[in-house]
């Protein structure tokens, strides 16, 4: 197993798609800048299961809390000021909870990889 595959390994709660995607965004790079990739990745992935604590906020009074963590701000505000679409928006979101992080984290990894080819120039 070599250092990239042990990095990916540190990564909590990762299913096969964010994986799969993951060596997508890093294949291009060598192994020094894929790691480095994947320490910022590191920073900024949302676990899965946070954004379903947060939802679940949002039955409580909280609502949108989960979209401002994932950086839709206009969403969360609107969640916020409707009661989560008056708790619809709020349940479908605590059905979807991993594709909301898995999008998030595609992001978060596309921004990476692109930050550490700007490094290389």
């Known amino acids: 197993m070599n250092a990239v ?59 949108g809390v989960h979209r401002f963590i994932l950086g839709q701000i206009g969403m969360g505000i609107l969640y916020f000021l409707t009661a989560g679409f008056c708790f619809i928006g709020t349940i479908i979101d605590l059905i979807n909870y991993r594709e909301l992080a898995l999008e998030s984290n595609k992001q978060s990894a596309a921004e990476a990889a692109a930050t550490v080819k700007i490094m290389r120039r």
Not at 23 to 31: D, F, M, Q
Not at 33 to 51: F, G, M, N, S, V
């Open 5 to 63: 595959e042990k990095e990916i390994l540190l990564l909590p709660n990762m299913d096969g798609t964010e994986r799969i995607f993951l060596h997508n965004v890093l294949g291009e790079l060598n192994e020094t800048e894929q790691i480095t990739a994947l320490q910022i990745y590191r920073a900024k992935r949302k676990d899965p299961q946070l954004i379903l604590l947060l939802a679940l906020l949002g039955l409580l009074g909280a609502a």
